[in-house]
Nanobody, 123 residues
Framework: QVQLVESGGGLVQAGGSLRLSCVCS????????MGWFRQAPGKEREFVAAISWSRGTYYADSVKGRFTISRDNVKNTVYLQMNSLKPEDTAVYYCAARTLSGSYYLPRNYDYWGQGTPVTVSS
């Protein structure tokens, strides 16, 4: 059974930092594109960051320079380091795996999803 389990979310003040982790099990993800998405209340799920098997990275403009995505293929884990957090970063953050092809920023191209971890940034 394929599972993606996120952790590391929580409540933080504006300007603070959090590090999200996503542990993958049930298959080998080393060749997959791994992504982070977020969904705020009443809004659609949106792309945050993605990392390829060769560690090429992609970021949404809203988080560029503040967030860093990384992966450890030995541990089958993907990370999202979030610095200089803003209230508008408040959302549930989801880890996802894209096993085939398609635009990295579209949720519909991802095959596996975690349950999400909530992040709340207070002003």
């Amino acid at each position: 059974q394929v599972q993606l389990v996120e952790s590391g979310g929580g409540l933080v003040q504006a300007g603070g930092s959090l590090r999200l982790s996503c542990v993958c099990s049930g298959r080998t993800f080393s060749s997959d594109l791994m992504g982070w998405f977020r969904q705020a209340p009443g809004k659609e799920r949106e792309f945050v960051a993605a990392i390829s098997w060769s560690r090429g990275t992609y970021y949404a403009d809203s988080v560029k320079g503040r967030f860093t995505i990384s992966r450890d293929n030995v541990k089958n884990t993907v990370y999202l380091q979030m610095n200089s957090l803003k209230p508008e970063d408040t959302a549930v953050y989801y880890c996802a795996a894209r096993t085939l092809s398609g635009s990295y920023y579209l949720p519909r191209n991802y095959d596996y999803w975690g349950q999400g971890t909530p992040v709340t940034v207070s002003s």
